[in-house]
């Protein structure tokens, strides 16, 4: 029997029976919403912005993020709730008053970030003399520029969209800079049209330097919008500007295909794309002082609820500050600069199969560099004993590097097969872009399985050695993508294991084949056992723990919302097991509840990096197994995805992990956070020489520093 119910607004499936309060087996223990959690990471992430340890431009960074999050919060989470009917919500399913809910929460982080904004980030920039001008603000020269600018850059491109009935309300794209002006006198045909729409071309600079000459000492810059604001007259002739205001709405932006029903994915992806920027409307931002008028007619356009209004006190678009990182020359205003070392495990000029062949290697990344598994890929595409590279393609970005690898295999005359997953929310052009340049050099791509997402992140090289052949295979917890490796903390694991490369190719051959998959002897492979096996994991444990041999689990994740996996969780604690958890993001399981909960501990660790890595490590009486994997705990990566997790079995391997991967993040008195029964995180205390994880691991992989403290076991 499960011990878990989702709360009334969670849109998840239960997975087996619930106990009811009062049954054999104690109470039902009532999940935390996922929405909720989400917007409860994001506050661990605007704290970044708001500690004042950190460099002022990282703390404007850290407020973009957090913007760009909610971003796609809204674009993948609200649309469910508003497709409900407007008459509230069904028990355990999405809805308005489940959206209701939401948005006072989504209100008031919204609200803390423009405060931070204007009472905090911008009084510090102006402090140092870097300021973003308002029209009142500027000098007669700025303003000269700011008028000349408009009537050169701007003005052409701009359309404004006087609405009558031959006029509709225009098509607005997502997350696009938008004003709504309310007008006053007669049109050249003497009518009353009072409303126009003005649309702002994405290809517009949105923060534009002022030129020195004229201005106060220090730097001053412009928002677009601003420059925009300041000349909007100019667009109405001979009428009156009432009011104005800018205006962004933000849509539903989940790419949804049939596979069923296509005969060519790819082709039926890049006719969706077309349409992305133009789906169901889901959140609408308008300025603070826009008047109730324009403020219902914009709702009543886009046919949403007054809580998916919101009226913000700055410019509409705090992701677009991201601009003055790179526009503001000031090194000290930085973080200081991460160079990642080479990997020492592996050797800098060739000869990395003949390494593996002694040994498995791991990169710890971002703390290692990345360019050890490019080194791995390019020594493959040139070594003429090499006859096949398999690799599949999720969030690869444009790395022109890794495309020319490839492209150098094909042309060496080995068997190149690539699976891309086109489906890689927001990655779907990106990816659809990789497909068609790999077979246009010629090697062999496919898409997956129908109806799965490809989520493993695998990598397989055949050679030819002493009359027969040899598998050498990479598998991470992250994506192959250069950019994303130097700011998520991931692990690569190279290895020639000849199970674990034979379990690999056999992936690779279901992916390409769709053939049953063979017994595996490492993989876990979902969809198939990786849930039913960490279970099993789970459940040793605690029976251990119950016959007095002890039990641990140390699992570490992005995202724990997979119901079968928290109530496996569950009856281990309540057996004895002690549990911890390192949960980056969203976490549905309450702990510390009362004869349920008591013996889990959650926490989560926010740092300069973003944490992406999958540990998980099960210890029943002697026995003792470590798995890394590309796989969340949710119940999408269980059963809805192809993913995999496999066994560390190297001794200093797997003791390097538990040390920087778990000990490490159970030990951060400074960057991690608890969470308690009822949804709530508190910062972990922080000692006085505290050390966060992710420091602790920089000062390990820098030159000649001190190395990582702890060691201790779990």
Same mark, same amino acid.
């Given at each position: 029997?499960?011990?878990?119910?989702?709360?009334?607004?969670?849109?998840?499936?239960?997975?087996?029976?619930?106990?009811?309060?009062?049954?054999?087996?104690?109470?039902?223990?009532?999940?935390?919403?996922?929405?909720?959690?989400?917007?409860?990471?994001?506050?661990?992430?605007?704290?970044?912005?708001?500690?004042?340890?950190?460099?002022?431009?990282?703390?404007?960074?850290?407020?973009?993020?957090?913007?760009?999050?909610?971003?796609?919060?809204?674009?993948?989470?609200?649309?469910?709730?508003?497709?409900?009917?407007?008459?509230?919500?069904?028990?355990?399913?999405?809805?308005?008053?489940?959206?209701?809910?939401?948005?006072?929460?989504?209100?008031?982080?919204?609200?803390?970030?423009?405060?931070?904004?204007?009472?905090?980030?911008?009084?510090? &920039?102006?402090? =140092?003399?870097?300021? /973003?001008? #308002? %029209?009142?603000?500027?000098?007669? !020269?700025? +303003?000269?520029? $700011?008028?000349?600018?408009?009537?050169?850059?701007?003005?052409?491109?701009?359309?404004?969209?006087?609405?009558?009935?031959?006029?509709?309300?225009?098509?607005?794209?997502?997350?696009?800079?938008?004003?709504?002006?309310?007008?006053?006198?007669?049109?050249?045909?003497?009518?009353?049209?009072?409303?126009?729409?003005?649309?702002?071309?994405?290809?517009?600079?949105?923060?534009?330097?002022?030129?020195?000459?004229?201005?106060?000492?220090?730097?001053? &810059?412009?928002? =677009?919008?601003?420059? /925009?604001? #300041? %000349?909007?007259?100019?667009?109405? !002739?001979? +009428?009156?500007? $009432?009011?104005?205001?800018?205006?962004?709405?933000?849509?539903?932006?989940?790419?949804?295909?049939?596979?069923?029903?296509?005969?060519?994915?790819?082709?039926?992806?890049?006719?969706?794309?077309?349409?992305?920027?133009?789906?169901?409307?889901?959140?609408?931002?308008?300025?603070?002082?826009?008047?109730?008028?324009?403020?219902?007619?914009?709702?009543?356009?886009?046919?949403?609820?007054?809580?998916?209004?919101?009226?913000?006190?700055?410019?509409?678009?705090?992701?677009?500050?991201?601009?003055?990182?790179?526009?503001?020359?000031?090194?000290?205003?930085?973080?200081?600069?991460?160079?990642?070392?080479?990997?020492?495990?592996?050797?800098?000029?060739?000869?990395?199969?003949?390494?593996?062949?002694?040994?498995?290697?791991?990169?710890?990344?971002?703390?290692?560099?990345?360019?050890?598994?490019?080194?791995?890929?390019?020594?493959?595409?040139?070594?003429?004993?090499?006859?096949?590279?398999?690799?599949?393609?999720?969030?690869?970005?444009?790395?022109?590097?890794?495309?020319?690898?490839?492209?150098?295999?094909?042309?060496?005359?080995?068997?190149?097969?690539?699976?891309?997953?086109?489906?890689?929310?927001?990655?779907?052009?990106?990816?659809?872009?990789?497909?068609?340049?790999?077979?246009?050099?010629?090697?062999?791509?496919?898409?997956?399985?129908?109806?799965?997402?490809?989520?493993?992140?695998?990598?397989?090289?055949?050679?030819?050695?002493?009359?027969?052949?040899?598998?050498?295979?990479?598998?991470?917890?992250?994506?192959?993508?250069?950019?994303?490796?130097?700011?998520?903390?991931?692990?690569?694991?190279?290895?020639?294991?000849?199970?674990?490369?034979?379990?690999?190719?056999?992936?690779?051959?279901?992916?390409?084949?769709?053939?049953?998959?063979?017994?595996?002897?490492?993989?876990?492979?979902?969809?198939?056992?990786?849930?039913?096996?960490?279970?099993?994991?789970?459940?040793?444990?605690?029976?251990?723990?119950?016959?007095?041999?002890?039990?641990?689990?140390?699992?570490?994740?992005?995202?724990?919302?997979?119901?079968?996996?928290?109530?496996?969780?569950?009856?281990?604690?309540?057996?004895?097991?002690?549990?911890?958890?390192?949960?980056?993001?969203?976490?549905?399981?309450?702990?510390?509840?009362?004869?349920?909960?008591?013996?889990?501990?959650?926490?989560?660790?926010?740092?300069?990096?973003?944490?992406?890595?999958?540990?998980?490590?099960?210890?029943?009486?002697?026995?003792?197994?470590?798995?890394?994997?590309?796989?969340?705990?949710?119940?999408?990566?269980?059963?809805?995805?192809?993913?995999?997790?496999?066994?560390?079995?190297?001794?200093?391997?797997?003791?390097?992990?538990?040390?920087?991967?778990?000990?490490?993040?159970?030990?951060?008195?400074?960057?991690?956070?608890?969470?308690?029964?009822?949804?709530?995180?508190?910062?972990?205390?922080?000692?006085?020489?505290?050390?966060?994880?992710?420091?602790?691991?920089?000062?390990?992989?820098?030159?000649?520093?001190?190395?990582?403290?702890?060691?201790?076991?779990?």
């Amino acid at each position: 029997m499960s011990l878990l119910q989702p709360s009334p607004s969670v849109e998840h499936t239960v997975q087996g029976e619930v106990v009811p309060p009062g049954a054999s087996g104690g109470s039902a223990l009532v999940l935390l919403d996922r929405d909720h959690s989400i917007l409860a990471f994001n506050e661990r992430v605007l704290d970044w912005a708001v500690r004042e340890d950190v460099p002022l431009l990282e703390r404007l960074r850290y407020l973009c993020i957090v913007s760009s999050n909610l971003d796609e919060f809204f674009e993948v989470r609200a649309a469910a709730h508003l497709g409900m009917a407007p008459n509230g919500s069904a028990p355990g399913l999405c809805g308005v008053s489940a959206f209701e809910a939401l948005a006072l929460k989504a209100q008031a982080l919204v609200a803390r970030q423009y405060a931070l904004y204007n009472d905090s980030l911008m009084p510090a &920039f102006a402090a =140092l003399g870097i300021r /973003i001008a #308002a %029209h009142s603000e500027r000098t007669p !020269a700025q +303003r000269r520029w $700011v008028r000349e600018h408009f009537a050169r850059e701007v003005r052409p491109l701009l359309i404004p969209v006087g609405l009558d009935p031959a006029h509709p309300f225009p098509q607005v794209a997502n997350k696009s800079l938008n004003f709504i002006v309310r007008l006053r006198g007669g049109d050249a045909f003497g009518r009353e049209n009072q409303i126009a729409i003005v649309k702002v071309p994405r290809a517009l600079q949105r923060i534009l330097r002022l030129p020195a000459k004229g201005a106060a000492p220090g730097t001053t &810059f412009v928002s =677009l919008s601003s420059v /925009i604001r #300041a %000349h909007l007259a100019e667009l109405f !002739a001979a +009428r009156q500007v $009432v009011e104005v205001s800018q205006f962004r709405v933000t849509r539903h932006s989940d790419l949804a295909v049939d596979e069923e029903d296509v005969r060519n994915l790819r082709t039926a992806l890049r006719q969706g794309l077309q349409h992305r920027h133009y789906g169901r409307a889901v959140r609408l931002e308008v300025s603070a002082g826009c008047s109730d008028f324009l403020a219902d007619f914009l709702r009543s356009q886009f046919e949403l609820p007054a809580a998916a209004l919101y009226r913000v006190p700055g410019p509409v678009n705090l992701v677009r500050l991201g601009q003055l990182v790179d526009l503001i020359n000031q090194p000290a205003l930085l973080f200081p600069a991460w160079r990642p070392a080479w990997p020492a495990q592996l050797p800098r000029a060739g000869g990395i199969l003949a390494r593996l062949r002694r040994r498995d290697v791991l990169i710890h990344q971002p703390f290692e560099s990345f360019d050890g598994v490019l080194a791995f890929l390019r020594e493959a595409a040139h070594d003429p004993q090499v006859l096949a590279i398999k690799q599949t393609i999720y969030r690869t970005g444009a790395d022109a590097e890794q495309m020319e690898l490839l492209r150098e295999a094909v042309r060496r005359g080995k068997e190149v097969m690539a699976v891309v997953e086109l489906k890689a929310r927001f990655d779907e052009e990106a990816n659809i872009n990789w497909a068609e340049a790999l077979e246009s050099i010629g090697a062999q791509v496919v898409y997956g399985v129908v109806g799965l997402k490809t989520h493993a992140k695998m990598l397989l090289v055949t050679r030819r050695e002493g009359g027969g052949l040899r598998r050498y295979g990479h598998l991470s917890t992250g994506n192959y993508n250069p950019r994303t490796a130097r700011l998520y903390t991931d692990l690569s694991h190279l290895t020639a294991d000849l199970h674990l490369t034979a379990d690999m190719d056999a992936v690779f051959d279901h992916l390409a084949n769709q053939n049953r998959v063979p017994k595996l002897k490492r993989l876990l492979l979902a969809p198939f056992d990786l849930q039913r096996r960490m279970i099993e994991k789970i459940d040793a444990a605690g029976l251990a723990a119950e016959r007095g041999e002890g039990g641990r689990i140390v699992a570490r994740m992005n995202a724990l919302t997979d119901e079968a996996l928290m109530a496996a969780l569950v009856r281990a604690a309540r057996r004895g097991a002690s549990v911890d958890l390192i949960v980056r993001g969203a976490c549905m399981l309450p702990a510390q509840v009362a004869g349920m909960t008591e013996r889990i501990r959650v926490r989560s660790v926010i740092g300069r990096f973003l944490e992406h890595t999958r540990v998980f490590y099960f210890r029943s009486g002697d026995q003792e197994d470590l798995y890394l994997s590309s796989a969340d705990w949710m119940n999408r990566n269980m059963l809805r995805r192809v993913e995999v997790a496999w066994p560390v079995t190297d001794a200093r391997l797997r003791q390097r992990i538990i040390d920087e991967c778990l000990v490490a993040y159970l030990h951060d008195d400074r960057d991690a956070w608890t969470l308690a029964g009822d949804g709530g995180y508190t910062r972990a205390p922080r000692a006085l020489d505290g050390c966060g994880a992710q420091a602790a691991l920089m000062a390990r992989y820098a030159p000649r520093t001190p190395a990582l403290k702890g060691g201790a076991g779990l």
